[in-house]
């Protein structure tokens, strides 16, 4: 996983990265809290693929057609597969 949180504001603010791994016990572990999520999921050769997918996140987010609003809280990137990325953009 790819985790992104404590965004100072929005998608041009600081923010924290961190990888990770999933654990069973959650000692110095981060909780990714429960909340509404967008998922975006694109499948190819890494790392050209996780370009592509948050290039389709941006887009996404960029267009008049946008029906969600992020919420900044938790995203993360899910390595699901060998040449598969899911992201899960937190919303409102």
């Known amino acids: 996983y790819g985790v992104y949180n404590k965004y100072e504001s ?17 000692k110095n572990a981060i ?6 999520y967008l998922v975006f999921t694109k499948n190819g050769e890494f790392p050209e693929v996780v370009i592509e997918a948050w290039k389709d ?14 919420a900044y809280n938790y995203d ?4 699901a597969k060998e040449d598969e990325i899911e992201i899960y953009i937190s919303i409102k």
Do not use: L
Request: glycine residues 0%.
């Open 76 to 79: 993360f990137e899910k390595y």
């Open 57 to 70: 996140v941006w887009d996404y987010f960029a267009s008049e057609a946008c029906e969600y609003e992020r």
């Open 31 to 36: 909780t990714i809290e429960k909340d509404k």
């Open 10 to 26: 929005d998608v041009n603010s600081d923010y924290d990265y961190t990888i990770a791994v999933e654990v069973t016990k959650p």
